[in-house]
């Protein structure tokens, strides 16, 4: 949610923006939002105005009675009471304006990156760097599905009974790898400095419309029938909404921190043939990353965590490259985000395992997150990244260190975290 004195100051800017983003069908609400402003600020004048006479009328109240002026105090009596009804008038006009214009403010986007580049949607996402040298092995890499069921790693059909589609079992060396990359991410993270939680992996409804927009929850969230709770969709909204309307000493940011959680999703819609599979599922697990911060300090700490992540994959012996999201494809809340694509050798291209956002201030006015410092209270920037989300990574993994024989290497990295194995092997 942008400043309201940022949108009065220069509408223009506003509708630039959202022009930006491709959401031409949301540039009335910028005329709506002005005369909703407008409005309550009239009624808050008026309510003042009211307020303030309504001291000067008692007081002459009490000096017309000292007076004996019954007759004029009568009427300065029924002025107050008009007074009065008036201004219950105007608190319940107040209110009713005020819960609109925020609704309305919600869905007008954050200011996107002046670096961002322009585009409809994710196919005109921009390329910013590679990391490791991509490479095709000389013999054919199965699909996914068919890599890990010789390894005897996966149960789908099981899961299609249990739960439906969308599901799986992990079993063996996989599931054990599974757990060793999500071990060996949060250790990595800590040893970067960052704080390791596990969240609530439920939230109520004034988090979920805190941290995301509308359009986002209803295409991601599955709601606890019979409970204000919804099932997160990343523990980056039970770790941002740990902060909702809290003030935070200056000194004590950054805030850097690292959660575990596993991850709900609806996953609207029709995906293609390489999204079968576990690249789109209901139910996975996932190493995040987030920063609340003061505004100054959240382009140096978008650039530490992208960059954190590619190190984890480079480290894990896994080709990764960088998009810059263009306007298009960034969530409303979202300043600017770079996707992290890890190689396929069997598509020979690049597939997203990861997202790295910078909100500025645009969820912490939402849920209320501030800091107070030496010159006053200020909203906080928010930040979050994915470390790394099995089962996408496993992919990605299994691919590039697949052996024609079917077995798949495991890096040094992993190993204390897989005891001491340096292979797993296909099984007949």
């Known amino acids: 949610m942008i400043d ?8 223009d800017r506003v509708r630039e923006n959202i022009k930006k983003k491709f959401q031409d069908h949301k540039l009335p609400i910028v005329d ?5 402003d407008e409005r309550r600020r009239a009624l808050q004048t008026e309510g003042d105005a009211l307020r303030a ?14 007076e004996k002026k019954l ?3 009568e009427n300065v009596k029924a002025q107050v ?14 209110e009713e304006v005020s819960a609109r214009l925020k609704e309305v403010m919600m869905r007008i986007p954050n200011f996107v990156c002046a670096e961002t580049p322009v585009g409809k949607d994710d196919s005109e996402n921009v390329e910013r760097q590679r990391f490791l040298e991509p490479k095709v092995p000389d013999f054919e890499v199965p699909y996914h599905l068919d890599i890990l069921e010789r390894l005897q790693g996966i149960d789908i059909d099981s899961a299609r009974r249990t739960s439906g589609q969308g599901f799986y079992y992990l079993t063996g060396d996989v599931a054990r790898l599974h757990s060793a990359v999500l071990a060996y991410a949060r250790d990595f993270m800590i040893d970067k400095g960052f704080t390791y939680c596990i969240p609530p992996f439920m939230i109520r409804s004034d988090v979920v419309s805190g941290v995301m927009s509308f359009e986002e929850m209803d295409g991601m969230m599955y709601k606890i029938e019979g ?21 935070i000493d200056e000194s004590k940011l950054p805030l850097t921190l690292t959660s575990y959680s596993p991850c709900f999703r609806k996953e609207k819609g029709a995906h293609g043939i390489e999204e079968r599979g576990i690249y789109r599922i209901h139910q996975f697990e996932k190493q995040e990353m987030i920063v609340i911060c003061k505004p100054e300090e959240s382009e140096m700490w978008y650039d530490k965590m992208w960059n954190y992540t590619v190190e984890l994959f480079v480290s894990m012996g896994i080709p990764v490259r960088t998009l810059e999201c263009c306007t298009g494809d960034l969530a409303d809340l979202k300043y600017r985000s770079v996707d992290v694509e890890a190689w396929s050798p069997r598509q020979k ?3 997203e395992v990861g997202s790295c956002s910078n909100l500025t201030d645009a969820q912490a006015r939402r849920l209320g997150i501030r800091y107070k410092g030496a010159n006053g209270t200020a909203y906080a920037h928010t930040l979050n990244n994915t470390v790394v989300a099995p089962p996408r990574m496993l992919i990605a993994f299994l691919e590039n260190h697949l052996n024609a024989d079917g077995s798949v290497d495991i890096p040094e990295v992993l190993r204390p975290y897989m005891g001491g194995k340096e292979k797993i092997l296909p099984r007949s």
């Open 4 to 11: 309201i004195a940022a949108l009065r100051a220069d509408p």
């Open 32 to 36: 709506e939002a002005l005369s909703l």
């Open 53 to 66: 006479a309504r001291n000067s009328l008692s007081k002459q109240i009490g000096a017309l009675m000292r």
């Open 71 to 73: 007759d004029e105090a």
């Open 81 to 94: 009471t008009a007074d009065a009804a008036r201004l219950a008038d105007i608190e319940k006009e107040t």
């Open 227 to 247: 409970e204000d709770l919804y099932l997160i969709g990343t523990s980056e909204h039970s770790m941002i909404g740990r902060f909702m309307g809290q003030t």
């Open 349 to 351: 291209k690049y597939f």
